[in-house]
């Protein structure tokens, strides 16, 4: 199978330099295109990408035009099934999350509070029935300060270690020191798969990150050859399920 990790940044689309943070900085308070969401999952479609994992999507706010980007990217992607993990909402301007796209049957969904605050952390689960196997799916947005994002490893770690059943984990964990996903690795990940995505003008932090428990082969990972939509690059990861 195929899974992508993606920040979608709301569809904002900075793709070009950090001078446009504040030129086009305006997209993060009021309505723009959706061309960046399209693309996204035109993207997913190219791919084959069987399972997405979203970060900062945008679900019914101003800035979007009070469209669900959840189901742009489904009709870009043909991918069927869709599940959004709210984070913070700041209505009407803006109701932003977490998302999972698939093309599996989800069973059931539900959301981990890793850490209250202005800003709180979400990680959206949802478990999926893949070849008659019950598959736990998790997307994760981790905080930017270091001791938040300690805390919400730890959370994680408590919540996923003791799983029997496969797990595929993945979001923007906002690490750039990896030796901080040991306890991950400790609590039953065997696959660690990441490659620089940040930013995407100039890759040099690996901040989007896939997680794999044992019961998946040794995966693949790569960086699709497509047209930059946000200022994270996608990340793909293929990977068999034993």
């Given at each position: 199978?195929?899974?992508?990790?993606?920040?979608?940044?709301?569809?904002?689309?900075?793709?070009?330099?950090?001078?446009?943070?504040?030129?086009?900085?305006?997209?993060?308070?009021?309505?723009?295109?959706?061309?960046?969401?399209?693309?996204?999952?035109?993207?997913?479609?190219?791919?084959?990408?069987?399972?997405?994992?979203?970060?900062?999507?945008?679900?019914?706010?101003?800035?979007?035009?009070?469209?669900?980007?959840?189901?742009?990217?489904?009709?870009?992607?043909?991918?069927?099934?869709?599940?959004?993990?709210?984070?913070?909402?700041?209505?009407?301007?803006?109701?932003?999350g977490n998302a999972i796209l698939c093309?599996?049957?989800?069973?059931?969904?539900?959301?981990?509070?890793?850490?209250?605050?202005?800003?709180?952390?979400?990680?959206?689960?949802?478990?999926?029935?893949?070849?008659?196997?019950?598959?736990?799916?998790?997307?994760?947005?981790?905080?930017?300060?270091?001791?938040?994002?300690?805390?919400?490893?730890?959370?994680?770690?408590?919540?996923?270690?003791?799983?029997?059943?496969?797990?595929?984990?993945?979001?923007?964990?906002?690490?750039?020191?990896?030796?901080?996903?040991?306890?991950?690795?400790?609590?039953?990940?065997?696959?660690i798969a990441t490659l620089p995505t940040?930013?995407?003008?100039?890759?040099?932090?690996?901040?989007?990150?896939?997680?794999?428990?044992k019961h998946f082969s040794e995966p693949?990972?790569?960086?699709?050859?497509?047209?930059?939509?946000?200022?994270?690059?996608?990340?793909?990861?293929?990977?068999?399920?034993?």
């Amino acid at each position: 199978m195929r899974i992508a990790v993606i920040n979608l940044q709301s569809g904002i689309g900075i793709t070009k330099g950090y001078r446009e943070y504040f030129t086009s900085g305006w997209r993060y308070l009021l309505p723009h295109s959706t061309k960046y969401v399209r693309e996204t999952g035109q993207l997913l479609k190219d791919e084959g990408v069987d399972i997405a994992l979203m970060t900062e999507v945008e679900e019914h706010g101003l800035r979007s035009g009070f469209r669900k980007q959840t189901e742009i990217l489904r009709e870009a992607s043909n991918l069927p099934f869709s599940e959004f993990f709210a984070t913070r909402s700041m209505e009407p301007l803006a109701a932003e999350g977490n998302a999972i796209l698939c093309r599996y049957p989800v069973l059931e969904t539900r959301s981990h509070l890793l850490t209250p605050g202005a800003i709180p952390r979400v990680m959206g689960e949802a478990m999926l029935s893949i070849e008659d196997q019950k598959v736990h799916v998790l997307v994760a947005h981790l905080g930017i300060r270091n001791v938040y994002r300690a805390r919400q490893i730890e959370r994680i770690r408590h919540i996923i270690q003791d799983r029997d059943e496969p797990v595929i984990l993945g979001g923007d964990f906002n690490e750039r020191n990896h030796e901080s996903f040991e306890i991950l690795r400790s609590a039953g990940f065997s696959h660690i798969a990441t490659l620089p995505t940040y930013p995407s003008w100039k890759p040099v932090h690996a901040l989007s990150v896939l997680f794999l428990s044992k019961h998946f082969s040794e995966p693949r990972v790569y960086i699709p050859s497509a047209k930059r939509f946000s200022d994270h690059l996608p990340l793909v990861v293929e990977a068999t399920l034993a």
